[in-house]
């Protein structure tokens, strides 16, 4: 079973950047497509962004041309760069671990805030 722990949320102001980091443990890393998620209060957990082991990404068209994923297989890590940050984009980010890309047996982290606000 692998194990998610993110980092990397806070504050930032409209138009800013950030970057999240989600480091894997407990499992072969290439074996899972991995995500990023996020939750606003009373909303349904949406897809942000994936990319699969081989490095094949897909996002959703509020992020397009604003957010970057990436992995870096040797460390276990995958990484959501934020840039262009809106006042929509505050809410929890959440890190998904999804063996051959099965979301029914995936691996949810704890989550992280991201805000924008001036």
């Known amino acids: 079973q692998v194990q998610l722990v993110e980092s990397g949320g806070g504050l930032v102001q409209p138009g800013g950047s950030l970057t999240l980091s989600c480091a894997a443990s407990?499992?072969?890393?290439?074996?899972?497509?991995m995500g990023w998620y996020r939750q606003a209060p009373g909303n349904q957990r949406v897809l942000v962004a994936a990319?699969?082991?081989?490095?094949?990404?897909s996002y959703a068209n509020f992020v397009k041309g604003r957010f970057t994923i990436s992995r870096d297989n040797a460390k276990n890590t995958v990484y959501l760069q934020m840039t262009n940050l809106k006042f929509d984009d505050t809410t929890v980010y959440y890190c998904?671990?999804?063996?051959?890309?099965?979301?029914?047996?995936?691996?949810w982290g704890q989550g992280t805030q991201v805000t924008v606000s001036s």
């Open positions: 998904n671990a999804a063996p051959q890309g099965d979301l029914r047996a995936s691996t």
């Open positions: 407990g499992s072969i890393f290439s074996d899972y497509v």
């Open positions: 990319i699969t082991s081989g490095g094949s990404t």
